[in-house]
C-alpha cells in the first residue's frame, strides 16, 4: 500500500462496464428448471382431470365428467367431511398439548427436562405409516397392550378403528408440529410478565394459559392452521386405522379409486386431487402470511429481558406427569409394538412373547432382493440424493437471495404449490411425467424418478432451511465483498458458501431424516429398481405381510435415528 | 479535477425521501466527513457514493468517470467502482485469515500470487499487524479488526476510501487515541477519505471540511473553525456544540449586528442570516464562553445559581433567569443567590427564531 | 386333437434321431420350436409383470433357468391393479412393457386381450388345458385355485363350522351377537378379484341377499389382502372369513394351529391365474418358451407343489392339483372361465350398479 499518487490498481475491465449479458443465465437456468419441476406435475393432473380417459389413451375427450362422477358419489363427500372431521380433532388436540408442553419445556424448572427434548420431536422424525401400524400392532384389537391389558383388567375399554380415535393419535403425532414453533416463539419471551402474574398468586398453569400462551399467539394460531391443513394430506394413517371399518379420508378415497371402476380412473383421481389441492393451497398461503405474521411480531417486542424459570413447586408433578404420559402413548407405545412385532412369528389372543421370538421376520427381509434392494436405494436416496438435493436447494436459495425482483417473488410463490399437493398425488404426478415426456422415459425405472418427485415434494420446507441458512450471514459481509470489487458469482462462491457450510451441514441431515421416512410419495412411482423402505411398507401392508412389515419398520426406524442421533451429535438445530 | 463529485443527489426508499438534493466534492488528500443525526441521510449518501445504494436522481463521479447519472440511467455497481469501504462492523470475513481478508481485492484484479503476499504483508506492516496475518479475524481485538479492516480497503489503492463511523465501535478511551491515529495516517499516505460521524467533536478533530446533514439535505458545510465558529443556523450551532440558549425578540438590526431582549434581559451579538427586526428570536453562546462577572454592564445580566457540579478539571454552574436555565464554567465554587454574567458580543449569535 | 399329438410326437422323435441333438426342444412339441427357443436365447431374457410374489415364484424362476440358463427372467411383482395400469400406460406411450403378463385379475387379462394387447400364440401344451382355460388362443390359465371359507379353529368348533354357502348366511344371521365385527372377506371395491368372486356367487347362491344382509348385520370387515384376513382369523382378531383364495390359505393352515379351511360343499369357486404375451414384447420368443413353461408338466408340478398353488393340469402328480380338488368336490366345481363373459362387469356403470345394490342389501333389515 503506497501513498494516494500511484497508479491505481485496475480492476479487470468487464467489472467496469454494466453486467455482462451472460451475468444472468445461471439463474435464469435455475429458475426455469425450477418452475418446469413444480408445474408440469400440477399442469399434467389438471389436464387430466378434464378428460374423460387417461391421457394416453387415444379414446379420450375433454369434459368433466370426471368431476361429475366425484361430486356424485356419497363416499367423495363421506370422505370430505371425514377430513375434515379429522384435521379439526387433531389440530383441537394438537395445539393445546404441544403449547403446554412447550411452556412447561422452555419456561419452568423441570427437571430432567434437557435430555427429554429430543424424544417429544421422535414422532415428527418416524413415517407416520410406521407410527399408525406401530399403534396397531401395540394398542389393536389384539395388540401387545391391549392383550396384557385384558389379562389384568379383563378387557381393554379402547378402539382404534374409530374416527375419533385416529384423530386422537393424530393429534399426538402432530404435537411435535406446534411444539417446535410454540417453543421458537416462547423463547423470546422476557420472564417478567410471568413473574409479575405469579406474584399476583397465579399458579403456573393459569400463568401459563392467560400470560404466556396468549402472548405467542400469532405462533399459535400458524402452527394450528399447519396442522390443521397436515390433515387433509394424511394418508398412511388413515389408511391403517381406517379401512378396517370403512372410514375413507379424501387421500383414502383416491386411493381407493386405483380399482373402484374395475380399471383405472385416471381422470377421477387427477379430479380428486384437484379438490384436495384447491382446499390445500389457499390454508398454504394462509400459513404464509400467519408466518410472517408471527416472525414480525416477535421482533416487535424485541429481544429478551432476562430469561428466568418458573419454579413449579408442587405442579412438578403434574408437569412431569403429562409430559411422560405423552411420550409413552406417543413414543413409547408404538414403537416398543414395532419393536417387539420384528421379533415374534405371530401373535395375539393366547399367544405368549417368550415362544414367538424369532429372527426369521429379519431373515425374511435380507433373502428377498426387492426388500434389499428397497433398504439400499432409501439409505442412497438419503444420503447422496440428500445431499444433491440440498445443492439444488442451495442453488434456488442463491437465486432468490437479497434479491427482491419479481422472479424473487415468483419462486417465493413457486415453492409453495408443491407443498400444497398431498406427497401421494405428486407421486402419481411424476408417474404421469415420466411416462408423458419421452426424453426422461429412461429415467422412470431408475430411483432418479423417486428422488425428483421427493425433491420437488419437499421444496418449500428446504428452501426454508437453506433461506434461515442464507440470512445469518450478514449483508455487511456480502457488500464488503462488493466494494472491493467481486462479483455476485464470486461472492455466493467464496464469500457466502463457505459461511453456510455448517447449516448446509445441517440441512443435509434434516433432509436426510425427512427422506428416510417418506412414504407415501413413492406410493406410485414404485417400479422393481425403484423400491424405497417407505413405499414398499404401503405395498406389503396392503398385501398383509405383517411380519416383514415389522422388521422393515424397524430398520427404518434404526435408519432414521441414525441421522438424528448425528444431527444431535452436531448441534443441529432441528426446529425451523 | 475532485477525486469525488456528488451532484444534485436524491434517493427514496419506495415513497419515503432520504436524501433531498445533496451535492459534494472532495479533492485530493482532504477528508470531509459527513455529520448528522440519525436519520439525516448521511450513511445512505455514503453508501450511494459506494454503489450499494442506489439514488433516483442526480450524477457521481470518480475523478472523472461517472458511476452514476440518473439522467441516463447509467449506474456501475459496487463491484466496478474501485473504491475503499470500511463498515461500522468492519465486516471482516470470519472465514478467512487477516492476510487472505487482506489480499482478497487483490486476488480479484488477478495480481499474481507472490505479489499478493508482498503487498499484504506491507500493507499490514504499514498498520503495525505485521505478525498477525494467519489470525482469524475472532482472535483480534476491536481495534486490530478495525486496522484489518482499513488495511483490506486500502491494499489496492483506491482513489477514494469511504469510512462510515470509524471510532464508534471502540471504548471511549481508545477513540482519542484512534482519532489522532487515523488522522495522522490519512495525512501521512495523503488519501482522499469520506467520513460518516454522528459525533461533532470527532468531525472536528479529524476533518478538513464538514457537512452537516439535516433531513437529507445539507445544512452547512465548511472547515470545522467555521461549523464552529460561524454557524449560519440555529440547528448548525446547536448540533456542533454546547450552547447557552435565551430566547427573545429581535430589536434592530445594524452592521451585522442584532439587538435581543427577554425578560430581565438585553443582549447584543452577531446577527446570522434571517434575523430580522422585530421578529422573535433567538440567542446563542458556547457554554465556555460565558463568563463570570462582576457587576452590571453592557451584554451582561444577572441570574440566580441553581447548583454546580464539579467536573474535575472545572466546576458547572446551573443558572436561572426566569424561566431560561444558563450553565457556565467556572473555577471555583460560586456562593448561593444571585450573580452577574458577561455574554461577549462578538460571541453571541442571534438568530430569527424557528418556525 | 389326440391324433394331432400322435403325429407330433412321431415327428419330434423321428427328428430327435435324425437331426443334430443340440437343442433342448421338450418333447411333443413341433419340430420347429428348436428355432424358437434358439431365439429366445438370443433375446437373453424375458420380462414378466405377476401378482405373484417373486418370493412365491422363486421354485418356478429357478427351475426354468435350469433349463434355460441362458435366458435371464426378470419377475417384477406387483398387485394386480398397478400391473394393469402399468401395462396399459406403458405400452401407450410406446416405452416397452413387460413380455408376460400374469395376473388373478382375470377379468382384466381378458380386457387386456379383447383390447388387441396380446400375442396371439397357440402354446404346444395348450391341448393339455381344460377347455375353459383357453382363451382365444392368446391368453392361457395357469393355476386352479379354490375360494374358501376361514374360520379361527380355537373359537369356532363343531356344528358352527359352515360347510356351505347357506349355512355360512345362515351362521352370521342368526348368531350375531358372537360375530359381530368378526367376518372378513375382500373389500369388493378394492380387490379385483373380491368383486369377481361375489358376481359369480350371484350365479351360484340364490341366496345372496340373505348373505349380505349377514354382512351387514355383524358389521364385517373388508380387506384388499389375502394376507391380512389370514392374519386376522388366526389371531383371533377375527372368526370368520369368506371367499379367501384357497391356496394361501391352505398353505398357511398346514403351519398354523389356529386356522382352519373349508371347501363350500354346495359349490366352490375356481379361480385360474391367466397368462398372456404382451404383443409389443420385447422378447417374445423369450416369453413363448416362459409360457410354454409354466404350462408344460414339469412347470405344473412345480406349481403344484414348491409354489404351492394348484396345478390345473390333470395330469400332473403333486401335492396341491385340479385333480385332487375335483375328485373332493366332484362336480360342485365352478372355475370360472376365461371369456368374454367376465369381463362384463368391467363396464363402470354395470359395475357400480353391483356396488350400490351390494350396499344397499348390507343395510337391509
Known sequence: MTPAGNAVDALPAERLAARSPFAGVPRALTIFLTAAAVLAPLGLILYQSFLTAPFFDARKTAGVEAYRFIFADPDFWTAFVNSFLLASGMTLIAVPLGALLAFVMERTDLPGKRWVEPLILVPSFVSPMVLSFGFVVAAGPVGFYTVWFSEIFGGAPWTLYTLPAMAVIAGLTHVPNVYIYASSALKSLGSDVEEAARIAGASPLRVA?????????????????????????LFGLPLVLGDPEGHLVLSTYLYKLTNKLGTPSYHL?????ICIVAVTFPLVLLQRRLLQNARRYATIKGK?????????????WAAAGLLYAFLFLTVIVPLSGIALRAFVTNWGIGVTIAEAFTLDNFRAV????????????????GTIGGAITVACYTAIGF??????????RFIDYLVLVPRAVPGLLAGLAFLWVFLFFPPLAPLRTTIFSMWLAYTVVWLAYGMRLISSSLLQVSTELEEGARTVGASRGRISREITLPLIRHGLVGSWLLVFMIFEREYSTGVYLLAPGTEVIGAQLVSLWQGGAIDVVAALSLINILLVGVGLAL?????????D | MAELTVEDLHLRYGDNPILKGVALTLERGQVVSLLGPSGSGKTTLLRAVAGLEVPHQGTIRIGDKVVFDGGRRLDIPAEGRNLGLVFQSYALWPHKTVADNVGYALKLRNVPAAEIKSRVATALGELSLGHLGARYPHQLSGGQQQRVALARALVYNPPVILLDEPLSNLDAKLREEARAWLRELIVRMQLSALCVTHDQAEALAMSDRILLLNNGRIEQQGTPEQMYGQPATLFTADFMGSNNRLDGR?????DGTASIEGDGWRLRGAARPGAASGAKGTAMIRLERLRLADGPGDNRLQADLSTS???GDKWEHLFRLGETRLRAYGDRPLSAGAHWLELPAHDVWVFAAPE | MQKLIAVATLAAGLSLCTSAPAQTVPAGYPADYAQTVAAAKKEGKVVIYSALDTKAAQPLIKDFNALYPDIKVEYNDMNSTEMYNRFIAESASGQGSADVMWSSAMDLQVKLVDDGQALAYKSPEASKLPQWAVYKDQAYGTTYEPAVFIYNKRLVTGDEIPQDHAAFAKLINTKVDKYKGKVTTYDIEKSGVGFMFVVQDTKYFAGMKELEKGFGATQYKVYSSTGNMLEKVSSGEHLLGYNVLGSYALVRAKKDQSLGVVLPKDYTLVLSRVMFIGKQAKNPNAAKVWTDYVLSQRGQKLIGSDVELFSIRNDVDAEYTAAKLNQQLGSNVKPIPVSAEIVAYLDQTKRLAFLSDWKQALAAK
Open chain 2, 309 to 311: 457540579m464539579y467536573l
Open chain 1, 366 to 381: 435380507f433373502d428377498e432382493t426387492t426388500h434389499v434392494r428397497a433398504i439400499v436405494n432409501t439409505i442412497l436416496i
Open chain 1, 209 to 233: 394459559t392467560t400470560v404466556s400462551l396468549p402472548l405467542i399467539m400469532p405462533s399459535l394460531l400458524f402452527a394450528a392452521v399447519l396442522v390443521f391443513f397436515l390433515g387433509f394430506e
Open chain 1, 304 to 316: 429478551a429481558g432476562r430469561m428466568r424459570e418458573l419454579p413449579l413447586g408442587r405442579w412438578k
Open chain 1, 399 to 408: 437465486a432468490t437471495h437479497r434479491r427482491n425482483d419479481g422472479w424473487s
Open chain 1, 269 to 273: 383421481m387427477a379430479a380428486v386431487a
Open chain 1, 567 to 575: 444431527a444431535l451429535r452436531l448441534g443441529v438445530r432441528l426446529r
Open chain 2, 250 to 254: 429581535i430589536g434592530d438590526v445594524r
